[in-house]
């Protein structure tokens, strides 16, 4: 077999993500953006050249990340246009073409290269099996053989239980390229129209796969996400010899505790949890199921259950529950995140204007970068903060907030029952 | 001696016990409602029958106790009237009239009945040695024997220190009911009309009785009656092989612990307390002289001190001092209740529309089952949360709340500084 | 050499220190006024005979000190004034004058009366070394020689980097008084005049000093006076044989623990912290790099860090940063002290009316001697909080509070949603 190049697509936007101001292939997982984790699967896998698709808000990082060649795509345009772009930078005739931000078992790609070996397919795509409905693309199979990607057919009008994972091997990356400039390119579906002309001429093989599979559109799938690789690459304790773990701390279940971390006195740490390096975490603070960035203070008393925090934030005598801090966030002593809404109904939230069910019952606060939180602040099931936003001392915080944005405590509220005169000496 | 029958009065409706949902004699403490132990204890006395008025409201929850003969009776028309209802129920000719919610050593049933055998008196009555003076009946002995009772005598003019204990033996019953029957009905202490006419004309015995004595009537008696159960039945530890206790946890002075219950790590607990079945003190809590009830979650660094918890009761990070939890309460992290004005003065509350100096200078909140209350509230002394009532977050509440009431801080309250357009991306 | 009269100076009235009450020289460092300090480093240095210049408010309190002679200022008229009224007390010829309530390293107290004894100087005058200007008086120098002290000459005039550090021996009194009753008494630098005076004719020796050096002007210094002594004294740990430290308790770094103390279960101290006689660190508590005076309680789950505490503070589950609570403070639980804005700036705070760069970044609360704190409530960074005054539950407190001061949240601010008629049952 010819060489693969692997492309990975990281151009896409993902208004979607906000409060979150990073790529979503940035995002960092076991301190490692999601496409250094996919990136070093396929290379793992056997594949030697990896073209990243990037745009020009992303350029820089991902060429920092040196994970394969960057080509930028200078417009939004898609997937095919993403395609076109990379045109020149394939070497070899084949093409394995990669979303950077999903996360799928390693072996999935051991699978597709072995099936491109074995047999003389000319496409080959994964389904992903799911039970349950969700509006995601499905493979109609005939024959064993794949012969249509069916876009979100509704419940009950499935054709197979197999979701369209993007790990698509082209035997011949040119007669899809050819596909795609054929296209009409108005259109935002010009790469699934073009791999649907082609399933209909082509031998399309599928693998089932039926491992982890993880993505992220709006900022509540950073949990999931956060959760699929605690429970995949955290499964045994890992502690630093550069870490010091105080004698009365306790560490139960499978933590990972990187380089010059310090867990205090009487400190629990319950896994799968990871804590980056040179993060502290306090005296007496519990930390469960998390995932703790680096240089991040887990001060004193504090809880963080089921939760993500990035690189640099700090906390003190907080509650943090099933919530999204993107990075260098500061929360004063006694805020908290309310993650449960009394009524026990899911939580809704607003994304791009809309309200939507986050189908979760239980989901905290997502803090852009940067965004801080006053003592005694409390911040509802579900609220987004922009990045350098400030939630005042004791405010509760019920609607997002953007960017930059201050709310305080109308300080007319307070009552003064006794005044007396200026000096009371 | 013929067969004594033991009447238990639980038909009487406690208003003044609001918030409180449930039927005094139904309270639950170390996981049994008051009425059972009062039959428990009579019968380990030796009586074998117990008939029991309850009300329309109590009536199918006491016949599940299975604690004895139920009567209903069909309206509250006090002690009499529940007298007359069980009349057809009696077996053999004497009676011990008990209030079911009343608690004694139960020595003294055992001494009331050996009374009834060695001597022959017609009736017996137990006296209360109390040296501060309550508004209770109060017994006037004169040649060793009981002849009057006089009600609510003012301080300084009781006719001794002897107050009216209810747990009245007859050894005619007949003779009882029919002065019933003949006193006027119109009145509502019938019962005591009816008591003092055959003290006129019958030997009636009293024993005098220095022992434990627990009643209630207003919410916080629930405290002195946990305290009253702590003290007298929670003298050694005793915790359940299927109880499981973290090897950091302290537990310190006699603690009951049940079945399924589990202490997590650096968890703290002091005796006297009772921690019901499948309950969970968890990591760094502190629970200090109380009562907790079954499947309870006294989550992260929450303190419970001196208070009663029914079952179900959800804290996280949480203090709750001096408190009554019917059952089933929720509270977000930080909220917490003020057990002691600053003034350091008594804390007084309202009863039916009155109010009334409650004598503790530590009393928390009473909070009727179901109701909630949200992240970072705070709950003012001696308030009333009715059930199923929702206090929100930030909230400062100073008054009672109706059942399924809602208060939330007025968002009007919270000034942006800053408000930028829409989308800030 | 004759006998040497120590005249310490405690007659000033200290209006900035405000909302502390008490007298600067009083204030209790390591359970001793600082005036103590000053007059057993004296004694140990060797002066026998000690004259407190007291003023009416704080000769009482210096009396009951016996720490010397004290002699009242009647009138606030200054150290010149000062000097004048103790002039009848001076036993022998020479006189050190020293501020009551500045610290020292002893040494430099015998230093001066060494310097004394071996050379032939008429004055002696210590020079704090100092790379950083500070507004305050500095020496000039000649031939090694003091010529002068110039008051506050601006940064980059100053004649040496040698402060002016009020502990000036004189060998012959008389004649430092004369010249003080010749001076122009209207001014309030006669001190200063006469000894600017005096040094044109006699010869002034100088001793460098780069030791510790601790004063007391605003509240905040409070806290570097406490540092300094916990730096200086606290050097190594000395538990009391009274003193009870639960097993799981963890002390770390040199902690003073006097007797009566408690510390309870997982409660974490770490030096250098001072804690007074019969004070409490309750469970979970954490204490570091503090000063906690007698009597004090600091319940369940509290911080408290690089604070100072008076006699008789009560917390509870609360946090204090870099604060000073002069004494009898009660603070409810989840109540807060922000210490730090999140825009990183020092922290302002106003003095006599006008507003003034504490050059802190961190900064909590000053409370005078009774103030109190409802529950969940949160006091701005650098606040001052009048003796007496009550910070009412849930207020964020932004500004300064006069003496017996009340503010509440507004009651009107809470919405109720459901307002049922009046009996819910």
Known sequence: MSQVTAVLLAGGVGKRLWPMTQDKSLLRFLDKPLIAHTALALRNAGITHVVVVANRQNQKALQELKGGTVVVQKNPLGMGDAMLTVRTHIKGSSILVVNAADIVDQKLYENILQKAQKT?????????????????GYLRIEGGKVVEVVEKPGEGRRPSNLVNLVAHFFR??????????????KRDDVYEQALSALL??????????????????????????????????????????????????????????????????????KGPTYIGANSTIGTSALVLESMIGRNCMVGFASEVARSYLGNGCWLHTNYIGDSVFEGENYLGAGAVTANFRFDENNIHSTVEGKRMNTKRTKLGAILGRGARVGVNASLMPGVKIGSGAFVGPGVVQYSDMNAQGRVFMDRALVRESIRKKKNDQ
Chains 1, 2, 3 share one sequence.
């Open 200 to 269: 209909k001429t082509k031998k399309a093989e599928v693998i089932r796969y039926k491992g982890p599979f993880g993505w992220i559109k709006y900022p509540w799938d950073i949990l999931e996400m956060s959760s699929l690789f605690l429970r995949e690459r955290v499964s045994t304790s890992s502690i630093s010899r550069k870490a010091s773990i105080h004698g009365s701390a306790i560490i139960e279940g499978p933590v990972v505790i990187e380089s010059g971390a310090k867990v205090l006195e009487h400190a629990v740490i």
């Open 172 to 185: 011949n990356a040119n007669e899809f390229l050819e596909k795609i400039q054929k296209t009409d390119s």
């Open 120 to 136: 003389s397919a000319d496409i080959i795509i994964p389904g992903l099996e799911r039970k349950e409905y969700f509006p995601g």
